[in-house]
């Protein structure tokens, strides 16, 4: 199959997709340090660290990190026991409504964000529900449990079923046979899921704008931003820090799940 | 082990409540199964399809005019508004970016998916797979934000631009009516551009399984059998890649289809199906139209689906 050399267009195509990909989140990387503080002229004038202090002793910063962080955190282990529960369920048996359910589980992903939003809004709001920081776990944890039981589900599938039946003849209980044969064999895919789930709910932002009330996650913080010229610098400190948290775990749940038949994240938000 | 050694197991007592409950599971498989199910189907039926089904239901609410407030009466008249000059118009301009999206981001993406499934192998093919992963994850309102500054007067695209000597060209690009505009962050055609750059690894990853998929015997044979390499690319090759390309599509017509944050922030004024949704409930509080606008979307890809479903995109998810 690779007797054959790529023609140096291919090769061009192929590589400058890849600087095409990469270009603007290094343009992010840069601006953080650029020492003007109004115009984002290239090339940079200097370097500095500077804005990075100024943007950790703003307090509304810190306040939207640390709403972002607790939300991301709580809807990532409500996804974790729902996604779990759903991919046991589901992996082996086959039963009426099957795909339904499974089907079910995809829609908050594959329907548009300002769907699954403006529904979530319109129930709340009929159940006098005041929208806060419940209402945005409640929104993020319904789409990230796609991800966890994505992750899982592909492992339960490599996962002989003969193992479990060995520790129950072997006089194991059921929370025996589940803390020493199948949380070891399921852990790096629980742990790539809660990853990505964090990831993905750390950055929300269609479905968190229809559910968030009067509360500024991180994301909603830095398109307020967008209208403030003024503060331009630590915006692009808070840009940088949100696209490390967003790109870090992507790399964690690769190697945590590689050589499997289906690797995280593949799938798509 | 050694713990089983010197505890063994009680078997002729009574055994404990945990076991006992194991194996109650385990004979009773029906019982097991709905055990695991309740929690995520009461989370989804509950809150997720509730939620849709009552927000499909207030479509059909009357909003006054003059009152600005909504009653329970119902009413077929907001599906009916979707047929408006002014509501078609929003409809057919998102319709339009998305078709155009879609074919631009296969264009793009297909030489990085080629190149990816036919010449890499080992580390350079995992370099490419996190390559193109990384971008795909990396937070989606940073990526917006990035073009604003790429794009903005003075920035980045102008320097190249300028530098490379093709102020003529993006000044002819951007006096075509339709996608034209002042600036590029203000014309269509950043808009564009923007919303290939976000999708686009979105495409690349199905283009390249579905290539990965590809047997190398067919390309052997079709090479034995005389053909040359452009006539197995266009023959072999690329009609087996369809699948992969329409899989690709289906997430990047519906994630336009669905965008309110990249219209708000690059490109010319002018609603998006996301955008009037957006501000039917939020400035305007007609929950009842902004409810109708959501078939709109739904509708569309529901369409597109069963389009792309007999490319057989299903296979290649």
Not at chain 1, 109 to 128: D, E, Q, S
Not at chain 1, 203 to 220: K, M, N, Q, S
Not at chain 2, 115 to 132: E, L
């Given at each position: 199959?690779?007797?054959?050399?790529?023609?140096?267009?291919?090769?061009?195509?192929?590589?400058?997709?890849?600087?095409?990909?990469?270009?603007?989140?290094?343009?992010?990387?840069?601006?953080?340090?650029?020492?003007?503080?109004?115009?984002?002229?290239?090339?940079?004038?200097?370097?500095?660290?500077?804005?990075?202090?100024?943007?950790?002793?703003?307090?509304?910063?810190?306040?939207?990190?640390?709403?972002?962080?607790?939300?991301?955190?709580?809807?990532?282990?409500?996804?974790?026991?729902?996604?779990?529960?759903?991919?046991a369920a589901?992996?082996r048996r086959?039963f009426?409504?099957?795909?339904?359910?499974?089907?079910?589980?995809?829609?908050?992903?594959?329907?548009?964000?300002?769907?699954?939003?403006?529904?979530?809004?319109?129930?709340?709001?009929?159940?006098?529900?005041?929208?806060?920081?419940?209402?945005?776990?409640?929104?993020?944890?319904?789409?990230?449990?796609?991800?966890?039981?994505?992750?899982?589900?592909?492992?339960?599938?490599?996962?002989?079923h003969?193992?479990i039946e060995?520790?129950m003849?072997?006089?194991?209980d059921g929370?025996?046979t589940?803390?020493?044969?199948?949380?070891?064999?399921?852990?790096?895919?629980?742990?790539?899921?809660?990853?990505?789930?964090?990831?993905?709910?750390?950055?929300?932002?269609?479905?968190?704008?229809?559910?968030?009330?009067?509360?500024?996650?991180?994301?909603?913080?830095?398109?307020?931003?967008?209208?403030?010229?003024?503060?331009?610098?630590?915006?692009?400190?808070?840009?940088?820090?949100?696209?490390?948290?967003?790109?870090?775990?992507?790399?964690?749940?690769?190697?945590?799940?590689?050589?499997?038949?289906?690797?995280?994240?593949?799938?798509?938000? | 082990?050694?713990?089983?050694?010197?505890?063994?197991?009680?078997?002729?007592?009574?055994p404990?409540p945990l076991r006992r409950f194991a194996n109650l599971l385990y004979r009773r498989p029906n019982l097991y199964l709905s055990l695991l199910l309740i929690?995520?189907?009461?989370?989804?039926?509950?809150?997720?399809?509730?939620?849709?089904?009552?927000?499909?239901?207030?479509?059909?609410?009357?909003?006054?005019?003059?009152?600005?407030?909504?009653?329970?009466?119902?009413?077929?008249?907001?599906?009916?508004?979707?047929?408006?000059?002014?509501?078609?118009?929003?409809?057919?301009?998102?319709?339009?970016?998305?078709?155009?999206?879609?074919?631009?981001?296969?264009?793009?993406?297909?030489?990085?998916?080629?190149?990816?499934?036919?010449?890499?192998?080992?580390?350079?093919?995992?370099?490419?797979?996190?390559?193109?992963?990384?971008?795909?994850?990396?937070?989606?309102?940073?990526?917006?934000?990035?073009?604003?500054?790429?794009?903005?007067?003075?920035?980045?695209?102008?320097?190249?631009?300028?530098?490379?000597?093709?102020?003529?060209?993006?000044?002819?690009?951007?006096?075509?009516?339709?996608?034209?505009?002042?600036?590029?962050?203000?014309?269509?055609?950043?808009?564009?551009?923007?919303?290939?750059?976000?999708?686009?690894?979105?495409?690349?990853?199905?283009?390249?399984?579905?290539?990965?998929?590809?047997?190398?015997?067919?390309?052997?044979?079709?090479?034995?059998?005389?053909?040359?390499?452009?006539?197995?690319?266009?023959?072999?090759?690329?009609?087996?890649?369809?699948?992969?390309?329409?899989?690709?599509?289906?997430?990047?017509?519906?994630?336009?289809?669905?965008?309110?944050?990249?219209?708000?922030?690059?490109?010319?004024?002018?609603?998006?199906?996301?955008?009037?949704?957006?501000?039917?409930?939020?400035?305007?509080?007609?929950?009842?139209?902004?409810?109708?606008?959501?078939?709109?979307?739904?509708?569309?890809?529901?369409?597109?689906?069963?389009?792309?479903?007999?490319?057989?995109?299903?296979?290649?998810?």
């Amino acid at each position: 199959m690779h007797s054959e050399k790529a023609s140096i267009g291919l090769k061009l195509a192929a590589w400058g997709g890849l600087v095409f990909l990469h270009f603007p989140i290094l343009i992010i990387f840069l601006y953080a340090f650029n020492t003007q503080d109004a115009a984002f002229s290239f090339p940079p004038q200097g370097f500095t660290l500077k804005w990075f202090s100024v943007a950790f002793s703003r307090a509304d910063v810190l306040e939207s990190i640390k709403l972002s962080l607790e939300i991301a955190c709580v809807a990532t282990l409500i996804a974790l026991f729902l996604g779990t529960l759903a991919s046991a369920a589901l992996y082996r048996r086959d039963f009426f409504g099957k795909d339904g359910i499974s089907l079910m589980l995809i829609l908050p992903i594959a329907l548009p964000g300002i769907v699954t939003g403006l529904a979530l809004l319109a129930a709340f709001k009929a159940l006098g529900i005041e929208p806060g920081m419940f209402t945005i776990i409640v929104g993020h944890a319904t789409f990230c449990v796609v991800i966890v039981y994505n992750n899982v589900i592909a492992r339960l599938r490599r996962t002989s079923h003969s193992l479990i039946e060995a520790s129950m003849d072997l006089g194991a209980d059921g929370w025996q046979t589940f803390r020493y044969i199948i949380l070891p064999n399921l852990g790096s895919a629980l742990l790539a899921g809660g990853m990505l789930a964090f990831a993905l709910s750390f950055d929300e932002i269609i479905v968190t704008t229809f559910t968030a009330g009067h509360e500024r996650t991180l994301p909603i913080w830095l398109l307020n931003q967008l209208s403030r010229p003024r503060d331009v610098p630590v915006t692009n400190v808070v840009a940088m820090l949100v696209m490390l948290v967003t790109m870090l775990p992507i790399l964690g749940a690769y190697y945590l799940t590689r050589g499997g038949e289906s690797v995280a994240g593949s799938g798509g938000k | 082990m050694i713990q089983t050694l010197t505890q063994p197991p009680a078997l002729s007592a009574t055994p404990s409540p945990l076991r006992r409950f194991a194996n109650l599971l385990y004979r009773r498989p029906n019982l097991y199964l709905s055990l695991l199910l309740i929690p995520p189907l009461l989370w989804f039926g509950a809150i997720y399809l509730g939620s849709l089904l009552g927000l499909l239901w207030q479509g059909f609410y009357t909003f006054d005019d003059f009152s600005m407030t909504v009653t329970p009466d119902l009413t077929m008249a907001n599906f009916a508004a979707l047929f408006n000059p002014a509501n078609f118009d929003v409809i057919q301009r998102t319709v339009l970016m998305a078709i155009a999206v879609s074919i631009a981001s296969a264009v793009v993406a297909f030489p990085i998916a080629y190149y990816m499934a036919r010449y890499t192998t080992g580390k350079t093919k995992a370099f490419f797979y996190i390559a193109v992963m990384m971008p795909m994850w990396a937070s989606y309102i940073v990526k917006a934000y990035a073009w604003t500054l790429l794009l903005a007067k003075g920035g980045v695209a102008q320097w190249f631009v300028q530098h490379l000597g093709l102020e003529p060209l993006l000044q002819w690009l951007l006096g075509m009516p339709g996608i034209g505009g002042s600036t590029l962050s203000t014309s269509a055609l950043g808009r564009f551009l923007v919303f290939v750059y976000i999708w686009l690894p979105f495409m690349i990853l199905p283009i390249q399984a579905s290539l990965e998929r590809l047997p190398p015997s067919l390309l052997q044979a079709s090479a034995d059998l005389g053909a040359k390499p452009r006539q197995t690319f266009m023959q072999v090759t690329l009609p087996l890649s369809i699948p992969g390309i329409a899989a690709g599509s289906i997430f990047t017509f519906s994630l336009t289809l669905g965008d309110f944050i990249v219209p708000q922030l690059i490109g010319p004024p002018g609603y998006f199906i996301g955008s009037m949704v957006y501000a039917q409930q939020g400035a305007i509080g007609n929950m009842p139209m902004a409810a109708a606008f959501t078939l709109v979307p739904i509708v569309l890809i529901a369409i597109y689906l069963s389009i792309v479903k007999r490319l057989g995109a299903f296979d290649a998810l």
